[in-house]
């Protein structure tokens, strides 16, 4: 518990206890035999009053007290699930990068259209599965996220197609979306995964379930005050409105406020993780919006999520991926991971892309590698996170031999959160953060080389 909510608990406990001597000075009163018959009937009116604001007094303190309870146990659930997810992205990414740099020496290798497709959709895949752990960190940890100006309806309609071969045959999925222009200030990821956890949740809740469907709606909704008094941190304007809706076996009244919380879950042990709804609760908070729920045990459920409309275009539109690389002219680039996957592929896509590569497994290595090479090397790509010697480190000897090399650090951690002990890097650092495309990568060396 806080200092500050010790401090709130203590000056309440005093005003009770202030109220509470009045009441007993008063209750003496009572017994003195001068009193007349009428003072006596006033003051049993006050007391009347001041134990009945003692008792609400008392009743609010016992639910702050809890609210304040409740909040420490999820502060410690976030902060446990912000130290698993750092653990885990670290070696997630690195396999993604690795993936990543192979589908690209593949596709130069390919001139099939079908099979040039489906690698590319791999890669896609493989990008959006990177983008899932950032907002797990976002979630766990309350970094920014990127937003963009967002058309929700073809969006949602994409996802749908999206999710429809994840569900089975059997569950029947209706939608009922609007024609009207709904844009939203979006993270088309979180979004993602706001309706895929929906459906998921939905599809869990009707097994056995004869005629079972799901039905998604999306339509324009407007909060007027009386809506916005019975939802506390909600706007009056206008909104998206997405619901989905299943004829399930509902949820027990009980476990209905407990819903959102991470890790809490009424599946089996091994059936469920207790995230997907608390990362769906921590996306709608992200984008300014609300969720709703309505359900009836053995009858079904209705989660109806709130986005804020835009009602401008002022955030500008994502660019568009290119599919172009930037090409070398020979010079000699030191890269530099622990991960012998990522040097291999690595050194085979920058000699692709017209570079020649010398290779360090730790930042011992690279900085006598450096040595060795100090006249002849360009630019150093160096992962940050490394045994033996880190990235930084390995730079600060580096740049004692020579202070003008050009680098470029790379990491599969979260490089806005998660890299303790680290010195701090200077603000034009560039970091690179795996998986990278191979595009990317290439315009980051050459736009270093020319400067």
Do not use: W
Not at 342 to 347: C, N, P, T
């Amino acid at each position: 518990m806080t200092i500050v909510g010790k401090t709130m608990q203590s000056q309440i406990r005093d005003t009770q206890m202030v109220s509470l001597i009045s009441a007993v000075d008063e209750l003496k009163q009572l017994v003195d035999d001068n009193l007349e018959a009428e003072q006596k009937q006033n003051i049993i009116n006050r007391l009347s009053d001041e134990i009945t604001s003692l008792a609400q007094s008392y009743e609010n303190t016992v639910r702050s007290h809890e609210l304040m309870e409740q909040q420490f146990l999820q502060a410690q659930k976030m902060e446990a699930m912000g130290t698993l997810v750092g653990g885990i992205a670290h070696d997630f990414n690195n396999i993604l990068a690795g993936m990543n740099n192979n589908l690209y020496l593949a596709r130069k290798k390919i001139e099939e259209p079908d099979v040039l497709q489906k690698l590319s959709n791999v890669e896609e895949l493989s990008l959006r599965g990177a983008e899932l752990i950032k907002q797990l960190l976002t979630f766990a940890r309350k970094d920014r996220v990127t937003m963009k100006s967002l058309q929700l309806i073809p969006f949602i309609k994409k996802t749908l197609k999206f999710i429809r071969s994840s569900v089975p045959e059997n569950i029947d999925i209706h939608h009922n979306i609007c024609k009207d222009s709904l844009r939203i200030s979006g993270n088309e990821t979180q979004i993602h995964q706001v309706l895929m956890n929906l459906i998921n949740n939905a599809h869990d809740s009707l097994k056995g379930v004869d005629d079972a469907r799901i039905t998604v709606r999306l339509k324009a909704f407007h909060a007027d005050e009386q809506f916005v008094k019975k939802h506390s941190g909600l706007k009056t304007g206008y909104y998206a409105r997405l619901s989905v809706e299943d004829n399930g076996s509902g949820i027990p009244e009980d476990n209905i406020e407990h819903l959102f919380e991470p890790f809490f879950t009424t599946k089996e042990i091994g059936k469920g993780t207790g995230l997907g709804l608390a990362m769906v609760f921590g996306a709608v908070k992200t984008h300014d919006g609300f969720v709703e729920v309505e359900s009836v045990e053995g009858k079904g459920s209705t989660f109806y999520i709130y986005l804020p409309l835009l009602e401008s275009e002022e955030i500008a539109p994502a660019k568009q991926h290119e599919d172009t690389v930037t090409a070398g002219h020979g010079e000699l680039i030191l890269l530099v991971d622990d991960d012998i996957h990522i040097l291999e592929s690595g050194k085979e896509v920058l000699e692709a892309l017209g570079y020649t590569v010398l290779r360090a497994m730790n930042g011992l290595d690279a900085v006598d590698t450096f040595t060795t090479y100090q006249g002849d090397i360009s630019l150093i790509l160096m992962d940050l996170v490394m045994p033996r010697l880190g990235g930084v480190m390995a730079v600060e000897r580096i740049r004692k031999i020579q202070p003008d090399i050009k680098v470029i650090y790379s990491t599969g951690y979260d490089k806005e959160g998660s890299l303790p002990g680290q010195i701090p890097l200077a603000a034009d650092t560039i970091i690179l953060s795996k998986p990278y495309n191979v595009e990317e990568l290439s315009k980051s060396i050459r736009n270093q080389l020319d400067l």
